[in-house]
């Protein structure tokens, strides 16, 4: 399976989905976006307690 870089999602006229994350605690965060079909996740470290 070819792998998908942020340069060629940004390069393509398809609708992208992702989200904002504040939450990152919960184990397994990054199955659980892949299986919901996300193409990216935006990190906030400012807003968390973890930052």
């Known amino acids: 399976m070819p792998t998908v870089t ?3 999602l940004i390069g393509s006229s398809e609708t992208k989905v992702g989200t ?3 939450e990152f605690a919960t184990p ?3 199955q659980i976006l892949k299986a919901a079909g996300a193409a990216y996740a935006v990190l906030d470290m400012e807003h968390t307690g973890f930052g």
């Open 6 to 8: 942020l340069r060629s």
């Open 20 to 22: 904002f994350l504040f």
């Open 28 to 30: 397994g965060i990054g």
